[in-house]
């Protein structure tokens, strides 16, 4: 299968405090996945990075083979 997303160390922080710390992901295309977890754990931020819409401290991540954040 082809892969559709793939975080390689992907690491943010937001207020001194590491939001995602080393996230390393990979999703293939038409893969389902549900992200769940406690209020305040980075689920909303590992989205927003998918999306590109934040730039990580540390790490890349690629979405149908192209880098985001370049």
Do not use: F, W
């Amino acid at each position: 299968m082809d892969t559709a997303v793939v975080m390689e160390d992907y690491t943010k922080t937001l207020h001194g405090h590491r939001v995602l710390d080393e996230i390393n992901l990979v999703i293939e295309r038409g893969q389902i996945l549900g992200v769940t977890g406690r209020n305040g754990s980075g689920k909303t931020m590992l989205l927003r990075a998918m999306c590109g819409l934040i730039r990580p401290d540390k790490g890349k991540i690629m979405v149908m083979e192209q880098e985001l954040n370049r």
